[in-house]
C-alpha cells in the first residue's frame, strides 16, 4: 500500500516526476498499470490520471491510460490514432 500512496500523494501535489517514477515501478515490479487506480483507502477516488485533470497538467504530463509512463497523445498499442481518448 506504500507504493500507492506515495503515488496518490506525488499526483495530488502535481509532482509529475515521482509519479511517473512510482508508475513505471509498480509497472516493471508487478505488471500493474496504477494511472486509473484509487488510493486504497481514500475518501474520494480520485486517481493520478483525475489529479493531472484537476491540476490542469498539459497533455503531454498527463500520464496515458493505455501506457502509465508513456505521456497521454503518444502512440501506443491499443490507443487509436495516438490518443486515449479515441
Known amino acids: 500500500m506504500t507504493r500507492r500512496h506515495r503515488l496518490a ?5 502535481a ?6 517514477r512510482a508508475l513505471e515501478e509498480v509497472r516493471a515490479k508487478v505488471n500493474a498499470h496504477w494511472v ?3 488510493r486504497l483507502d481514500g475518501p474520494n477516488g480520485y486517481t493520478p490520471l483525475h489529479q493531472a485533470a484537476w491540476h ?9 491510460p493505455c501506457s502509465p509512463v508513456r505521456p497521454a497523445g503518444s502512440r501506443c498499442r491499443g490507443c487509436t ?6
Not at 500523494?9 to 501535489?13: L, T
Not at 509532482?15 to 511517473?20: P, V
Open 9 to 13: 500523494d506525488a499526483a495530488r501535489d
Open 15 to 20: 509532482d509529475w516526476a515521482t509519479a511517473f
Open 36 to 38: 486509473t487506480c484509487a
Open 56 to 64: 490542469g497538467a498539459p497533455v503531454a504530463t498527463a500520464p496515458s
Open 81 to 86: 490514432a495516438g490518443s486515449p481518448s479515441s
